[in-house]
Structures are given as C-alpha cells and as structure tokens.
C-alpha cells in the first residue's frame, strides 16, 4: 500500500497524462489512466484526480493571479499538475495547508529545477495567506 506522498506522486503523473491528452485534444479513459498507474482503486487518488479537473478553470484562474511574469499555461505540464494538485487541496480538500504546500514542494523538487520549485512554494504560499485572511 502507498503512503499519502506516494499516492500524490501517482496523482502528479496521471494529472500529467491528462494535460497531455488534452493540449493535442485527444480522448482519454480516465479511469484507464488511473489503473494503469495504481493496481488497486485508491479513493485519495480517485476523488484528487477528479477534484482537480472539476475545479481546473478555477485552479488555473487562481494560479494566474499569483503567478509573475507566467502564467499556467505556459507552465510544463509537470509542472502544472503539482500546481494544480497543489492549489486543489489548499482550497477544496481537506489536507491541512501545510501539508499541501509541504508535498507540492517534494514533488517540485523530483520534476522540477529549484527556480521552479521556488515559483511553486511563493504561489501555493500567497494562496493560503490570501485565503487565511477570509
């Protein structure tokens, strides 16, 4: 069984996947995409998965209000689903805000170069104090 970390990796690389699908608009099985990266049906990676494609126009909109000088679609796609995932559980799931600004930074720092990860962390980071002060 994988831990939470792990499962996030997963998360990261069928969100990648799905982004790929979708900038040369071609079909995709979602449900194909997340069995062939997890053998057994995983509800964390399931409803993360989901959660983050529901939500993208907002998570996008959200990642270009913080973003200087880029803009999400101008990120790599690896790089925009550790965003994406990253924005999704500060704000729609239940992950304490630290660990969800915590594991996108992890994440980050396996795909991604420090400049990157950096850029990642002052996002994830104006987002919570920006949501704190609701």
Not at 12 to 21: A, N, S
Not at 82 to 98: C, F, N
Not at 123 to 129: E, P, Q, T
Request: net charge negative; charged share 30%.
């Amino acid at each position: 069984m994988k831990n939470r970390s792990e499962l996030r990796n997963s998360i990261v690389r069928i969100l990648y996947q799905v982004f790929i699908y979708e900038s040369a608009d071609t079909e995709y099985q979602l449900d194909q995409i997340i069995k062939e990266e997890i053998e057994v049906e995983n509800e964390f990676v399931t409803t993360s998965i989901q959660g983050v494609l529901a939500h993208q126009k907002e998570i996008e909109a959200l990642a270009n209000t913080y973003l200087v000088d880029w803009t999400f679609k101008r990120l790599s796609k690896v790089d925009q689903a550790i965003l994406a995932l990253g924005i999704y559980e500060l704000k729609y799931a239940d992950t304490p805000s630290i660990v969800a600004i915590n594991e996108a930074i992890e994440l980050s720092k396996n795909y991604s170069d420090e400049k990157v990860t950096k850029m990642i962390n002052g996002v994830l980071d104006a987002i919570y104090h920006s949501e704190e002060g609701k």
